[in-house]
């Protein structure tokens, strides 16, 4: 009886420590994503007038979702864009030019608690 009850707890063990990992790394590639989004827009708007960005949407931006409003503007700073909807708009373009059709920009819903419900990339119209 001693062993099954030694086996249980090192089950118990391995699945609590397996499930803390896919939790922390969540959480990891919610800042990874929103670090590297941070750079790209930065690097954006440091170029000189008339040169294009070279950013190009991801195909999912699952990791964000769930992310707090407030972890948002941490990461990426004030929105270029708040619509009616309350989402938020994030255009990658040089701080010195006009928004250009096809210029990338990014639209963060938001949902219940003020999280992120889903990450739109577009090209403006």
Request: hydrophobic fraction near 40%; aromatic fraction near 8%.
């Amino acid at each position: 009886a001693s062993r099954i009850a030694d086996m249980r707890l090192l089950l118990a063990t391995l699945l609590l420590t397996f499930a803390t990992g896919v939790v922390a790394e969540q959480v990891d590639n919610c800042a990874t994503v929103l670090g590297s989004l941070s750079i790209e827009l930065r690097f954006a708007r440091e170029l000189p007038p008339g040169k294009r960005t070279t950013f190009t949407c991801a195909r999912r931006y699952t990791s964000i979702v769930g992310a707090s409003r407030q972890r948002v503007l941490r990461a990426l700073g004030p929105p270029d864009q708040r619509a009616e909807d309350g989402g938020w708009s994030y255009f990658f373009l040089s701080r010195h030019d006009e928004l250009a059709p096809g210029t990338p920009q990014l639209v963060f819903h938001f949902g219940g608690e003020d999280q992120v419900e889903s990450v739109d990339c577009l090209r403006s119209a």
